[in-house]
């Protein structure tokens, strides 16, 4: 039996010994790397947008330290340049900086921070100033499509580079097509577009078949994360023309389907929505007859024009609408993030007509922002959500005729003030397309032959009306994204861009 005191008369014995000393060296390293950790000097460890593209959508960046930072230390040394206001916001080691407005396309941009000090030093001790940091991201370069107008390019698709040194332009489709109408996809490596072949004569002008052709531009892909890219100018047969036409289409703002409106061809009547996704076969959408129709920012409903008024759909399940507006008879467009939409409301009293632009916002409230006697022909929200730019006419009338003047105003959604920028020349067939930063608004010009319909036999674009296109001037706009539209110039004189075009659409 073993002796307790005996055992503490050999203590310590060999193996205590060790582990002692193994205790030991533990209580110095810990020692060692606390005095260390304590000596080291802050860094950020990493910036979130470092060498990336961003564009509209991308809002806020992320700067994650290596220690505890005194935030007002960070917050003074903080350079953006070229500036971008802001806001910043903390989460223990990690800084948000969130725009008031998207960023700016077309430019370098570089983050640098130098002198700021951790959470715990003495402000007179020059050895914990934070390491110098210099982050750098790029935002998109500035294009935009165009159909073309001169005997060169009559009814091509072209993209136009306006940030490249020199600006670049591309023609993507070829000379055998004429394109009819088209829309980019979200990430700008694709674009979906309408066109018959330039030889069409009779009926076959009025069976545009459906093709994507790619632009050669670079984008990651969200769901591998690694950049794809295809060469310029490969068109590639979507929709045929066998049974049915293909009318109006639309794309979801993620880009992963789109919408059809097609007509069978042996029975007129026959008419209906079709849904089209990657790598799979059309799908008709069970749906009660509609009209004009356009995807909600969420890509998971459709508002569609149903009869006298416009239904909300889901497009899980179409037949049964998610919600139906009576007093409503056109949807222009949606807010980016998808909070509200323009719509329009028709005075159908014959004594007293009257159109009404409406903000409808998802919680249902229905605020009336205009009211006239012409027409509202189009609407585009800005991507701060505060101002609508829109396509207006205005009624003027004599003793035995009256006309419409059209022009592009800015509506203020918080105050509901409304001033016209641009007074334009007396034609409908008009389109406009906001930037994707707010920075400038496109819209062109159209001069066609005199008589509306003309023969079937001359080939190139075309109005709505049928009037055949002999040119196209393209104008920009230059706006202030953010600006209380009460303190906007006006009018402001547009400027013409170095080419004819028709339709021009900016690239998100």
């Known amino acids: 039996m073993l002796n307790p005191n005996e055992t503490a008369k050999n203590f310590p014995q060999p193996l205590d010994k060790v582990a002692l000393t193994l205790v030991l060296g533990l209580i110095v390293a810990i020692g060692v790397l606390l005095l ?27 700067l994650t330290f290596s220690r505890p930072m005194n935030e007002k230390s960070v917050e003074e040394n903080l350079r953006i340049d070229p500036p971008l206001p802001g806001k910043i916001s903390w989460a223990g080691r990690r800084m948000a900086y969130t725009f008031n407005a998207p960023v ?3 430019l370098q941009f570089q983050i640098q921070i130098q002198g700021a000090r951790d959470k715990f030093s003495s402000s007179n001790d020059i050895r914990t100033l934070s390491e110098p940091f210099l982050g750098k991201f790029r935002s998109r370069d500035r294009i935009l499509a165009y159909l073309g107008v001169s005997p060169e390019e009559q009814g091509q698709l072209i993209l136009y580079n306006l940030s490249a040194n020199p600006p670049r332009q591309l023609v993507l489709t070829p000379k055998d097509l004429i394109v009819q109408d088209y829309e980019p996809y979200p ?13 069409a004569r ?17 984008r990651p892909s969200e769901d591998k994360g690694v950049t794809t890219w295809e060469p310029p100018g490969k068109p590639e ?8 036409r293909n009318l109006r289409f639309d794309l979801s703002p993620n880009g992963k389907l789109g919408i059809v409106a097609r007509q069978n061809l042996k029975d007129p009547m026959d008419f209906g929505l079709w849904m089209l996704k990657p790598n799979s076969e059309p799908q008709r ?8 129709f356009e995807i909600a920012p969420d890509g998971s409903s459709l508002a569609l024009l149903q009869g ?10 179409p037949n049964t609408p998610v919600q139906f507006l009576p007093q409503f008879e056109q949807v222009l467009g949606f807010a980016p993030d998808g909070s509200a939409a323009a719509m329009v409301k028709f005075n159908r009293d014959p004594s007293n007509p009257r159109r009404s632009l409406f903000l409808v916002t998802t919680a249902g409230v229905e605020q009336e922002l205009f009211r006239t006697r012409g027409s509202i022909l189009a609407a585009e929200f800005d991507p701060t959500n505060r101002t609508l730019y829109c396509l207006l006419t205005k009624l003027i009338e004599s003793e035995d005729a009256y006309r ?13 003030d409304i001033k016209p920028l641009v007074i334009l020349p007396e034609q409908r067939d008009i389109q406009i397309s906001i930037s994707p930063d707010g920075l400038a608004l496109l819209f062109d010009q159209v001069v066609t032959t005199s008589k509306p319909g003309d023969s079937a036999s001359t080939v190139g674009p075309r109005t709505a009306s049928g009037a055949v296109v002999t040119n196209s001037r393209l104008w920009l706009i230059p706006l202030s994204p953010g600006t209380p539209v009460k303190d906007l110039p006006a009018p402001i004189t547009p400027e013409r861009l170095p080419f004819s075009g028709l339709r021009p659409l900016w690239f998100q």
């Open 404 to 416: 419409e003047e059209p022009y592009i105003a800015a509506i203020d959604l918080k105050t509901k």
């Open 36 to 62: 260390s950790g304590e000596a080291a000097t802050p860094r950020v460890r990493s910036f979130s947008w470092q060498d990336r593209e961003v564009s509209a959508p991308d809002r806020a960046f992320i």
């Open 187 to 199: 990430d700008g490596s694709k674009i979906l577009f309408a066109a018959i072949p330039r030889e």
């Open 237 to 244: 047969l979507v929709l045929d023309t066998q049974e049915y």
């Open 285 to 292: 959408l069970e749906t009660q007859p509609g009209g004009d």
């Open 202 to 218: 009779g009926k076959e002008v009025n069976l545009p078949k459906l093709y994507t052709v790619s632009t050669g531009i670079k």
């Open 308 to 317: 006298q008024g416009v239904a909300i759909l889901s497009l899980e399940n």
């Open 104 to 106: 700016p396309y077309g």
